[in-house]
């Protein structure tokens, strides 16, 4: 892989910081020096904790719904709402259900007491941000999940898993008929469409949560929009160095480079550069020490036929709030899609910032 990509860092023409939680760096450059990255402290978040191992015989769940809920459709959320409904984190021993469940209980939002989880802590009961949840194995999933919705019928699942079980995941949500937000990657994109297509459900599927980073996503899609083949014979060279758990290739990277295809680049998925390696990560890519178990930098270098020409985009982000905000905005963007009745189909994070449903 090519070092120079990711250390380079030209004068930003543009730069954006989420000051308040200090994690997130992403700049636009062109053509200019080589050097250090914007970086921020460390934001480390809680470890879960097991519990004891006696199994939750009935769940049940209080509800609350606002009333304003029910009466809003498209408006944009004031801070004086009182917004609430039960979540279902699946994957909630992860580092991405934990963050969620931590940034839906500050936000006021119920915890169901059941996660969906892997086979090996099926049975378990863990404890995430103070709520005790039982995890459920691959096994009997569906009665589970359609006497939960029995019981919380303005439930809304949240998914959080890993790349093999998007498909199964979104096929069961759809059968069941709960609205659900996918922020888990990888799976068979196109089978999941066609799933949730076919089901007429709602859904909110996004492989990229962070507000900012949808933002910058929207831009490079309407920059595609407005000037197709802007880059033609353009090469474009992307890197994206993520903690070494990390199982499948950013998806986030994908829809960029759907962008750049549009703009007239030629590039094949597989060209996409992997950094797992925390020692390249270190001494390569420059992600700080402290946030190599947990950061998502990407680099998309352009280069122009003659090399006269070249352009980098990137978007580094440590931590994981900024991804687990955006995903409660959006649950709750979606609970009021369902309790307005609004069109079944399946919204994006783009949707969620048009609509302004952001706390
Ligand atoms: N959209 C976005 O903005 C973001 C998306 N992601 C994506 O979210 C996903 C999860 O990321 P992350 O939390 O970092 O990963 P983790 O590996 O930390 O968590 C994965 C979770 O899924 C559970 N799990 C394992 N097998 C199954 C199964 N068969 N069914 C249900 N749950 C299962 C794991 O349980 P156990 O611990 O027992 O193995 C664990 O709780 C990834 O696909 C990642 O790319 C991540 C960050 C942001
Ligand atoms: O697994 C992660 O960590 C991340 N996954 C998402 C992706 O694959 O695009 C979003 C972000 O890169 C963090």
């Known amino acids: 892989m090519s070092s120079s990509i990711l250390q380079s860092s030209p004068k930003p023409l543009f730069f954006i910081s989420n000051?308040?939680?200090?994690?997130?760096?992403?700049s636009l450059?062109?053509?200019?020096?080589?050097?250090?990255?914007?970086?921020?402290?460390?934001c480390f978040s809680k470890p879960f904790t097991l519990v004891n191992k006696k199994p939750i015989t009935a769940i049940t769940a209080t509800q609350r719904i606002d009333?304003?809920?029910?009466?809003?459709?498209?408006?944009?959320?004031?801070?004086?709402?009182?917004?609430?409904?039960?979540?279902?984190?699946?994957?909630?021993?992860?580092?991405?259900?934990?963050?969620?469940i931590e940034a839906g209980v500050s936000a006021g939002l119920q915890v169901l007491p059941a996660s969906f989880g892997s086979e090996s802590k099926a049975g378990e009961i863990v404890e995430v941000a103070g709520k005790e949840i039982r995890i459920y194995g691959p096994t009997g999933r569906e009665s589970i999940l359609t006497s939960l919705l029995k019981e919380n019928p303005n439930m809304i699942v949240i998914d959080f898993t890993v790349?093999?079980?998007?498909?199964?995941?979104a096929e069961l949500y759809s059968k069941v008929g709960?609205?659900?937000?996918?922020?888990?990657?990888?799976?068979?994109?196109?089978?999941?469409?066609?799933?949730m297509e076919n089901s007429k459900g709602y859904a909110l599927i996004s492989p990229q949560m962070g507000k900012q980073v949808v933002a910058f996503i929207a831009a490079m899609?309407?920059?595609?929009?407005?000037?197709?083949?802007?880059?033609?014979?353009?090469?474009?060279?992307?890197?994206?160095?993520?903690?070494?758990?990390?199982?499948?290739?950013?998806?986030?990277?994908?829809?960029?480079?759907?962008?750049?295809?549009?703009?007239?680049?030629s590039y094949d998925l597989d060209q996409i550069q992997q950094i797992r390696d925390p020692e390249q990560q270190l001494e390569m890519v420059g992600v700080p020490e402290e946030h190599l178990l947990l950061h998502a930098f990407h680099v998309y270098h352009l280069t122009s036929p003659d090399k006269t020409v070249s352009f980098e985009?990137?978007?580094n982000v440590c931590g994981n709030s900024t991804y687990a905000e955006g995903t409660i905005d959006a649950a709750i963007f979606l609970a009021k899609k369902v309790q307005s009745q609004a069109e079944k189909r399946i919204y994006d994070?783009?949707?969620?910032?048009?609509?302004?449903?952001?706390?």
């Open 19 to 26: 000051q308040k939680q200090k994690t997130f760096s992403s």
């Open 29 to 42: 450059h062109v053509s200019q020096s080589i050097n250090g990255q914007q970086f921020h402290k460390p």
């Open 67 to 100: 009333k304003t809920l029910a009466s809003s459709s498209s408006s944009a959320m004031s801070s004086e709402e009182n917004l609430s409904f039960p979540i279902m984190v699946n994957g909630c021993t992860g580092k991405m259900g934990k963050a969620v």
């Open 163 to 169: 790349p093999d079980a998007v498909n199964a995941n």
């Open 178 to 195: 709960v609205p659900f937000v996918m922020g888990t990657t990888g799976g068979d994109l196109e089978m999941l469409y066609d799933t």
């Open 221 to 265: 899609d309407i920059m595609a929009e407005q000037f197709p083949g802007a880059f033609s014979g353009y090469t474009l060279e992307v890197t994206e160095s993520h903690q070494a758990s990390k199982l499948d290739t950013s998806g986030t990277a994908k829809n960029v480079i759907k962008c750049f295809q549009k703009l007239g680049l």
């Open 313 to 315: 985009f990137q978007h």
């Open 349 to 359: 994070m783009g949707d969620v910032l048009r609509e302004g449903n952001m706390r």
